[in-house]
């Protein structure tokens, strides 16, 4: 199992309205791609910010793929978020998962 992680942030009060976004697009996208176990957005306030981060399970690279294209190391992004976003990876974080208790 691999896990893909990716970070940004938007403006304080666009906190809502972001993670409603998110869960319309990025969650939508990532859970209806075969090999998809988990979805998870995380998110904090940080001063003038709020944090997110998108924390994913997959089966394979080979889903990975499937769903973030020929170079799943960059992120994927949607039309709106050049609106919200303040900052972002424009790279994701992959992680062989070692150890899922409660999966």
Same mark, same amino acid.
């Given at each position: ?25 990025g969650?939508?996208?990532y ?12 998110r904090?306030?940080?001063? /003038? $910010?709020?944090e ?6 997959? +089966?394979?690279? @080979?889903?990975? !793929? #499937? ?8 992120a ?5 978020? /050049? $609106? ?8 994701? +974080?992959?992680? @062989?998962?070692? !150890? #899922?208790?409660?999966?």
């Amino acid at each position: 199992m691999i896990a893909r992680v990716w970070k940004g942030a938007v403006r304080r009060e666009d906190g809502d309205a972001y993670a409603e976004y998110m869960q319309a697009t990025g969650i939508a996208g990532y859970t209806r791609t075969p090999g998809n176990r988990a979805a998870l957005m995380l998110r904090r306030d940080v001063g /003038d $910010r709020c944090e997110f981060v998108m924390f994913t399970l997959w +089966d394979s690279m @080979e889903a990975i !793929t #499937a769903f973030a294209g020929t170079q799943p190391e960059k992120a994927v992004f949607y039309p709106e978020d /050049d $609106r919200y976003l303040v900052e972002r990876d424009l790279t994701v +974080d992959h992680y @062989e998962v070692h !150890t #899922a208790v409660g999966l």
